[in-house]
């Protein structure tokens, strides 16, 4: 298939976890009735971006009430849903950024825990510890569709192109990050990672995140974005409550793989990436 319509949610979190689920609920079927047969929420949508709220709001998995939620949704609606992301916890009570992606039946086709913890300080800015409560994930997210392969990260991953690279060598065709990024990394960043990742791997990257909230002690940046495998930028949100549909042309993909084939050009004679500890 040539064509798909994406719908990213940019959906405004509340410290209302049903609140939040069922703001979801309602643009995952606005997205739907545009047309969009991916739907996109954002990072950490069902609980303010805080670590004093993971653990009250992780869930264990497949039983939690938010990816129960997802599942129906993504049947119901028949879509694939990429469920932004939540905390989740394991049967040590560990918790983990999870991202867990859904297809036209429910199931669940790939869950991604981020792998890169958000620990930064930066002075006059922004200073957020993930690691204090968050445990990190350790594989590498790729998945089928009847669109092609779904590379699946989270918000802080994307800035470690190995990363980005090595879904793209599993075949990624499109990346989806849900992210939250802010006041101080956001206007300074944003565009840029989502730009320039998408030209190094000629693919598309969708990145979708909170409405901005400033009320929160989190302020998201928002401005959800497509960029294409040229590196433009082909849509994008303000900061406001809005969903972004968007149809992808992915023949474009081969097309510019085929006039710039980068991706062929690596000279893996003198260096390679490798994956370590694959299954
Ligand atoms: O990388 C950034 O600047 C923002 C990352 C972030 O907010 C996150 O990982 O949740």
């Not at 840029?192 to 998201?220: C, H, I, W």
Request: with cysteine; proline share 4%.
């Amino acid at each position: 298939m040539s064509q798909l319509r994406v719908g990213l949610c940019q959906m405004l979190v509340t410290e209302d976890k049903d609140v939040n689920i069922k703001k979801a609920d309602e643009m995952i079927k606005k997205a739907v009735s545009s047309g969009a047969k991916l739907v996109v929420l954002p990072e950490m949508f069902n609980c303010p971006y805080d670590n004093s709220y993971f653990p009250k709001f992780a869930e264990n998995c497949p039983e939690g009430k938010t990816i129960q939620f997802m599942s129906r949704a993504a049947k119901e609606n028949n879509i694939y849903l990429i469920g932004g992301s939540i905390p989740e916890k394991d049967e040590k009570d560990n918790i983990y950024n999870t991202s867990f992606a859904f297809d036209t039946n429910g199931n669940i086709i790939g869950k991604h825990r981020k792998m890169h913890l958000f620990d930064i300080d930066v002075e006059g800015g922004i200073r957020f510890m993930e690691s204090d409560i968050l445990s990190k994930g350790e594989d590498i997210t790729v998945f089928d569709t009847e669109y092609g392969k779904v590379g699946l990260s989270i918000c802080y991953d994307i800035r470690f192109p190995e990363l980005m690279r090595l879904m793209v060598l599993k075949g990624a065709r499109i990346i989806v990050i849900p992210a939250a990024f802010n006041m101080t990394t956001g206007p300074a960043h944003w565009e840029s990672l989502f730009k320039v990742r998408a030209l190094d791997n000629q693919v598309y990257m969708l990145g979708t995140a909170p409405a901005r909230n400033k009320e929160s002690s989190y302020t998201s940046y928002g401005n959800s974005i497509i960029t294409d495998p040229w590196g433009r930028v082909v849509s994008k949100l303000d900061e406001k409550e809005n969903i972004l549909i968007q149809d992808l042309d992915l023949n474009m993909i081969d097309k510019i793989r085929r006039e710039l084939p980068l991706l062929q050009h690596r000279r893996t004679d003198l260096y390679t990436l490798d994956l370590l500890n694959e299954d």
